[in-house]
């Protein structure tokens, strides 16, 4: 009971917290010179992003456990979070696209940034792919827990360096070439509180995820 | 088109994205804690 209040807190806290996050860019963070009212974009797209990133770190590191330990809940917390991560890429290209279609006058433009977030895109879904293609749940298990490692070790060749090799349309990264934040302070305030919210968001609906498989392995175990 | 309505509309895409997601794991968990709760009760 004592737990399902904190839930309970958390959630609140965490709706006000977005909530201001979101007056916040619209009322408070002032525009960006270059981007103008596209700088909005920004506190939604980019925490997008983040989150793929984590997303898929921790399948990596639930892999890690998986294949030390042996236990198939890992198995199933690594699947569960590079669904969400799957979930938050596809957020992030399609916000992107739209972005693009404004700033650069089309959807799709084989743009490094744009050309990496696909490939990655594919990359796990091929992960899906070869966890649907085995029946054998161990083997199912240990071939996906590597699989992801290994899918991971790109990451952030995609996400972090294609993009700053290539020349790109993509505005600046958040974090450029000389390693510093070109940002006024009430954009970057509102920004990491964004990525800040975006996180926890992430980590909500990650339990959500981890509650749904204890629930159904129970409903497995009475079913028996 | 109007940069603001591009920002309204990629808001919407993510919020409305992420409620029906949220909305529809709630969903699903409540679905079969009924489910676990028929299974005790037989």
């Known amino acids: 009971m004592k737990s399902n209040a904190v839930m309970s807190t958390l959630k609140i806290v965490l709706l006000i917290w977005v909530g201001l996050v979101f007056s916040g860019a619209y009322l408070w963070a002032p525009l960006a010179k270059g981007l103008k009212e596209y700088t909005r974009v920004l506190y939604f797209h980019v925490p997008m992003a983040w989150i793929t990133v984590i997303a898929f770190l921790m399948s990596a590191l639930f892999s890690i456990l998986y294949l030390k330990k042996r236990l198939p809940l890992y198995d199933l917390y690594a699947e569960a979070t590079n669904q969400l991560g799957i979930v938050f890429a596809v957020l992030a290209t399609i916000t992107g696209s739209i972005w693009a279609k404004a700033s650069w006058g089309s959807f799709w433009n084989w743009d490094p940034r744009e050309t990496s977030i696909f490939i990655l895109l594919l990359i796990y879904a091929a992960y899906f792919a070869l966890r649907s293609a085995i029946e054998e749940d161990e083997k199912k298990a240990a071939l996906s827990a590597v699989y992801s490692i290994l899918a991971f070790v790109t990451v952030p060749f995609f996400i972090f360096i294609v993009p700053r090799i290539y020349d790109s349309l993509h505005p600046d990264p958040v974090i450029n070439e000389e390693g510093k934040i070109h940002m006024g302070s009430r954009i970057l305030t509102v920004f990491l509180s964004s990525i800040a919210g975006f996180t926890a968001l992430y980590f909500w609906l990650f339990k959500l995820k981890i509650d749904l498989i204890k629930v159904k392995l129970q409903l497995d175990e009475l079913e028996k | ?42």
């Open chain 2, 1 to 42: 088109m109007e940069p603001t309505y591009v920002v309204l509309i990629i808001n919407l895409i993510i919020w409305v994205g992420l409620f029906f997601y949220t909305f529809s794991l709630n969903k699903n968990i409540s679905e079969l804690k009924g489910q676990i709760e028929r299974l005790k009760k037989k």
